[in-house]
């Protein structure tokens, strides 16, 4: 065994956070292949679903833990993509609203649907208990970033469990 291989606990959790989400993405991106609905096109429709359908790009980034310039990358593409609409702010014409269009509407209970699949399978066997634990120390190790991150400012939506 070398000295690399010896690491801290931190260390090692945020490689497996990493490969954890690496692993996940591929088999999001396989199972979603026909849609081209990636998990960040998902995370964005999802999020516009809890504001209603609509909202403009700034609050939306306040909302999401993606970087204001991503999200107006993703916006585009997925402008491109038939998934959202831009439109001028009548009342204030710098801002731009964007909207759902029926083709993400319609697309969003099926990449639900798959994504549930998908993390059932992967959670199974793990007991409830632990996943409570689980989603508490990652939702606390996510908000403990936020706040030594440079864009504090956001307010991420306050998801509930069932």
């Not at 199972?31 to 990636?38: A, F, G």
């Not at 993703?74 to 083709?103: A, Y």
Request: contains cysteine; hydrophobic residues 35%.
């Amino acid at each position: 065994m070398n000295k690399y291989e010896t690491i801290t606990l931190e260390h090692l959790l945020w490689i497996n956070i990493v490969q954890t989400r690496h692993v996940m993405n591929r088999l999001w991106e396989r199972k979603m292949k026909d849609t081209h609905l990636t998990t960040e096109k998902f995370a964005i429709i999802h999020e516009l679903l809890c504001l209603g359908g609509e909202s403009t790009p700034h609050n939306l980034a306040k909302r999401i833990v993606f970087e204001p310039h991503s999200i107006s990358a993703m916006l585009s593409r997925m402008e491109k993509d038939g998934l959202i609409t831009k439109t001028k702010d009548l009342k204030k014409k710098h801002m731009v609203r964007i909207k759902l269009t029926q083709k993400a509407i319609e697309l969003f209970p099926e990449a639900l649907n798959t994504s549930l699949e998908i993390f059932t399978d992967l959670m199974k066997g793990v007991p409830r208990e632990e996943k409570i634990r689980l989603t508490e120390s990652l939702t606390h190790i996510r908000n403990k970033a936020l706040t030594i991150s440079p864009k504090k400012d956001k307010k991420l939506t306050p998801f509930k469990y069932t």
